[in-house]
């Protein structure tokens, strides 16, 4: 039996263990509390687990493990961020979120300020976020079936990233939120077992030797000890002092912008207590920390043994290597039928990951525009649960229709520098309202509105007119040059740009109200009052 065939069948067989799990939720989602937040019936371990699922993505597995394999250090520096990320979300975000809200980020900003405003710009930062991170889960779908079929044509790829879109859509609409987190629980085991499996089956190759792989990881790179030292990727003598600034601006999205990631921040609201939100995070913290770690040994592994000139003839950005070193570990210590095996399990894997991803994506964006615009902002309050749950069914299919035209124009970037720059909006729009909100009483809606326009602003802009889009060979669009920011990453400008927006919006207004900050810090403390209806 082929790989080709054999990845059909596992795919299947996952789709269809899924799509049964969908189905048996869509019987228990009743009202707007299911469809949202999963009844806030799962326990810190069980939350612990969809989030390592909804966090893991194909970024973390194909793109991080490309990038360590064609750039070493720097490619790990993704890992580094992603992981250290959830000290940011533990310590400042997880529970005051929890407490404070229902059902998405909005709710905790509109609380004490004026609803229709704060909602409306937090609903268009979250499906911009959302849309940015399901960019990249296409592009990881599309060069997957690129490798296992051989595909060539630009065609096959893009009906694979319409099938993951179609599925990513059943998903949502047919389970919400308690159909996705199971799907994502499931996603998790598996993707911890194939990539542990494959780990260990690469250090056994070099002894369990880690300096003996990094070694001859070297070697095989062409570059010597170069690779294993920063500077192949950012911070080159070519970039000079626009390389160094690249990297302090990628390791700044990447460690301030988990915490205002909606699709991470909608987990929270999953749980019953506030304590089940830190055993969330705290379990999610051990199997991402786990898994980031196995990312060395993937990544590293799959530049000694396959070797980084075939990674990137496969493709240039180097989202297939994963799949590659299962491939060439299992030949070397099964034979040709155990290289055929692995690969279609890891690619059945992979396809779990980005299913699973996707569908945490989708729900996030669709419960903001249905919750936040549609209910609060359009109708002003006056709408029913049931009018709000099918609201935001079609809405998925429209951000799903979206992702799917998206995914089909950026196959040619890397998913894990796709993700990046999700983060990046996300740390530049979200996290100075939320920051704001939690934790400084003069905090206002003229305030909130400026931090979420302004950074999602320029960061969305200075991504336009970087060289991701125009003036490089791997540019979006290779034809034309107008990059004009010099940077791949915009964080180091529009982070801190976010944050100036939201203090110069607030001190340029008088709004203020003690009452409702003395509120919301005592409830995003204790939790108190965190079940009722919310405000406006």
Request: aromatic letters at 10%; hydrophobic letters at 55%.
């Amino acid at each position: 039996m082929s790989h080709e065939t054999l990845s059909v069948i596992l795919f299947l067989t996952f789709v269809a263990g899924t799509l049964a799990i969908t189905v048996w939720a869509s019987r228990h989602t009743k009202d707007a509390t299911d469809f949202y937040a999963g009844g806030r019936s799962f326990s810190g371990g069980q939350n612990g687990l969809a989030i390592g699922g909804d966090y893991m993505s194909a970024a973390s597995f194909l793109g991080i493990a490309g990038l360590i394999a064609l750039y070493g250090y720097d490619g790990f520096l993704y890992s580094i961020g992603f992981l250290v990320a959830w000290l940011v979300a533990l310590l400042l975000v997880a529970e005051l979120m929890r407490n404070s809200g229902k059902f998405t980020m909005a709710d905790v900003l509109a609380f004490r300020m004026s609803p229709r405003p704060v909602r409306t710009a937090a609903g268009v930062s979250t499906i911009t976020v959302s849309i940015f991170y399901l960019l990249a889960q296409m592009v990881g779908a599309g060069a997957l079936v690129a490798l296992l079929f051989g595909f060539k044509s630009e065609f096959a790829k893009g009906a694979t990233i319409v099938l993951v879109g179609i599925l990513m859509i059943v998903y949502v609409v047919v389970g919400g939120m308690k159909g996705t987190t199971w799907v994502q629980i499931v996603k998790a085991i598996l993707l911890m077992g194939g990539a542990t499996l494959t780990a260990v089956l690469v250090l056994g190759k070099f002894g369990f030797n880690l300096s003996t792989l990094l070694r001859d990881a070297a070697n095989q790179s062409g570059k010597s000890g170069d690779f294993l030292e920063p500077g192949l990727r950012y911070a080159t003598e070519a970039q000079g002092l626009t390389g160094k600034l690249d990297l302090i601006s990628l390791g700044l999205a990447l460690v301030l912008g988990t915490a205002g990631l909606p699709h991470i921040l909608i987990r929270f609201y999953t749980v019953p207590t506030a304590r089940d939100a830190r055993k969330s995070v705290l379990w999610g913290i051990g199997i991402i920390g786990s898994f980031y770690l196995l990312t060395l040994v993937l990544g590293f592994g799959a530049a000694a043994l396959v070797g980084t000139k075939e990674i990137a003839a496969a493709n240039p950005a180097g989202n297939t290597a994963a799949p590659q070193l299962a491939e060439k570990i299992g030949e070397i210590v099964f034979g040709d039928v155990g290289g055929t095996i692995l690969l279609a399990v890891i690619a059945a894997v992979a396809f779990a990951t980005i299913l699973a991803v996707v569908a945490g994506l989708t729900l996030a964006s669709s419960s903001s525009f249905a919750h936040d615009l549609y209910a609060h902002v359009f109708k002003r309050g006056n709408v029913t649960d049931r009018e709000e749950v099918r609201v935001a069914r079609i809405s998925a299919f429209v951000i799903g229709a979206v992702a799917i035209v998206l995914g089909i124009y950026a196959q040619k970037l890397n998913v894990a520098f796709l993700v990046a720059l999700a983060f990046a909006v996300a740390a530049s729009g979200n996290l100075p309202a939320i920051l704001y909100s939690l934790f400084w009483k003069r905090f206002n809606t003229a305030g909130a509105v400026a931090a979420i326009y302004g950074g999602l602003g320029s960061a969305v802009i200075l991504v336009i007119f970087s060289p991701v889009v125009s003036g490089t060979p791997k540019a979006l669009f290779t034809g034309s040059d107008f990059s004009y920011f010099p940077l791949e990453n915009p964080g180091i400008v529009s982070i801190p740009f976010g944050f100036l927006c939201g203090w110069l919006g607030t001190m340029l207004s008088k709004e203020y109200n003690a009452q409702k900050y003395a509120e919301i810090e005592v409830r995003s403390l204790t939790g108190a009052g965190a079940e009722k209806a919310v405000p406006h």
